[in-house]
């Protein structure tokens, strides 16, 4: 216990510091630490007030994860919460870094709360499927009301220490790097003042004025209805909200705690949850160890200036990586460049980017015709359009004019790695870095390695891709890595269903129920159908659609009929070309429950994803889930495909593709490995 904290006098005020590395978390050690020195501070005579601060880079930056799902251990941090609440002496929260969780909640038990200006303050539980659980949902109203609370909580994002205050949940903003010293300061002034032992249980006027406004937590509901469809802790947070207005302080501590604990026991916080660790551990690769070096890239190269490249040569301005980036004509060059900017005025103009920092970062990016400027780049990666031929030309021009060491990479989505790496003298230097649509949004980062490439070369990668603000993950050389090749059997079964009587409709509100933004085909209208398959010679229903002008959104039609506002509505006149190709390829027309087109669609997905394990394409089933939730926005409240897949039930997903199998043939046959974990009653997760 002495190790986590450290009380000091300076004079009648304490200051006590928390000291457990890296985050401070609040796990039993900590929690036992805040116990026993407020405590004593409490029985010293000579300390008036307690300044609560914590060492290292952040204040208590929430709970300790090592202790997620283990067997309780008191004290617990409501217990905490109210100790410091109830203190004889003032106590004031000092607070940088970050404030997050049962950090925060904390920071609102002590009287005062005091917080340098980069310090950011939040309470994120919404992302792991729960509420904050020791008051936050009680407190936080009684400072900023019930409307900002609403909208803090469920929103889940941490404001900066100046927001934080006018918002009313900091006190004062303290000069940066003087954060104990500001807080003395502080301190003297409230004893001096005869500040009260204010306690924020006991705040009573934001919450006296929501009162007279009960219809705000309905008129907030239907406004985020969209948002929160098919998301339990959103809803829950909402009723905790309302309880903290509705109940005196008590009475709405034990609402929360009743909330919190649905929550908790609920399959989705455990979704959530297990999102949250397999994204952590998607970035280590198990034989590539944490010692292996890296290698230096200061100066990176772009071959395309079209969508994909400037996206990707973005990701590397964003954090002051130069960037040279090369095309083979100037008009392709020019547009690019604008595009880049454009992209930075769109940020500019919603005050997520400052005119100063738009142009430092246009200011690294260098324009080229020649693939010879490259010379002195530390990575290189090719993003032109997917043609093997192509990239085997490209990947042979830049093994010539690249220096040594340096990393060639491809963009491909699909293409054999290792063929490309073969058009090189280096294929120990040769990587797939496979950016997700738009390349400066999507957060995944397939890293795509080759039958040769060099483990310093998959750890540089993978610590680059985090720098980047991406989330990697390995992937072995396949068609379609592992996304596009497991979303890939939903879509096909989407294209089945539809010729078997289902409408586009029926098919998509199945998806969107199941908690996707969108359905398959609501998607391939957006993207527009004329850009769909455009290489293909085979019939399909969407060409017949493009041959019919219905082109999606753009063309007022595609599965869909679009007005003015690109509102969606169905069409008679694409059910007309949907069975008219239906009869042609004699396909049987049948009915489906909205479950059934559930399984029809996803079931598939989990089969392929365990035929990607088998063949080592992915090493965790976990890695599946980030990549499927990161790069495809599969509803991360089911915790991605395996993980449900567990949770329905691998029998019943063996049931599914063997009748799929007599129906189809045998590309819908079971994969090995899920049949043999369901007759063994075992799971992905235990893999």
Known sequence: ???????????????????????????????????????????DPEIEAVILACAGQTFFAGADISEFGKPFQAPDLSVVCRHIENSSKIIVAAIHGTALGGGLEV?????????????????????????????GTQRIP???????????????APVSASAAREMGIVDEVADEGALVGSALEYVRKLIAGG??????????????????????????RRSNARAFRSKDAPESIVKAIEAAVALPFEEGLAREFELFVELEK??????????FFAERTASKVKDVPGDTPVLPVRTVGVVGAGTMGGGIAMNFLNVGIPVHIVEAAQANLDRGIATIRRNYEISLKRGKLSAEALERRMSLLHATLDLGDLRDCDLIIEAVFESMPLKQEIFAKLDAVARDGAILASNTSFLDLNQIARATSRPDHVIGLHFFSPANVMPLLEVVRGDATAKPVVATAMKLARKIGKVPVLSGVC????????????????????????????????????????????????????????????????????????????????YYDYDEARAARPSEAALDIIRAHAAWKGIAQRSF????????LLHPVVNEGAKILEEGIAMRASDIDVAMIKGYNWPVQTGGPMFWADAVGLPRIVETMKALEAEQGEAMRPSRLLVELAESGRTFGSL
């Open 107 to 135: 920071a609102l038990c002590c009287h005062y709360r005091i917080a340098v200006p980069s310090a950011r303050l939040g309470l994120p539980e919404v992302a792991l499927g729960l509420l904050p659980g020791a008051g």
């Open 479 to 558: 068609d379609g890595f592992i996304a596009n090749r497991a979303m890939r059997a939903r879509t096909e079964q989407a294209d089945l269903l539809l010729l078997q009587n289902l409408s586009p409709d029926e098919i998509d509100a199945a998806i969107y129920d199941y908690g996707f933004a969108m359905g398959p085909f609501r998607m391939l209208d957006l993207v527009g159908l004329d850009v769909i398959g455009r290489d293909s010679t085979e019939r399909s229903v969407a060409k017949d659609l493009v041959a019919a002008g219905r082109m999606g959104q753009k063309s007022g039609g595609g």
């Open 593 to 600: 429950s909205r479950e059934e087109i559930v399984a029809r």
């Open 1 to 43: 216990m002495t190790e986590v904290a450290k009380l000091e006098k300076h004079g009648s005020i304490a200051v006590l510091t928390i000291d457990s590395p890296p985050v401070n978390a609040l796990g039993l050690d900590v929690r036992r630490a805040l116990l026993k020195y407020i405590s004593m501070a409490e029985a």
């Open 195 to 220: 500040a009260p032992l204010r306690r924020v249980r006991d705040l009573e006027d934001r919450i006296a004025a929501d009162r007279q406004q009960p219809e705000l937590f309905d008129e907030f």
């Open 266 to 275: 609920g399959l989705q916080a455990k979704a959530q949850i297990h999102a």
């Open 142 to 156: 009684r400072l900023i009301g019930a409307r900002k609370a609403l909208e803090f909580i469920t929103g889940g």
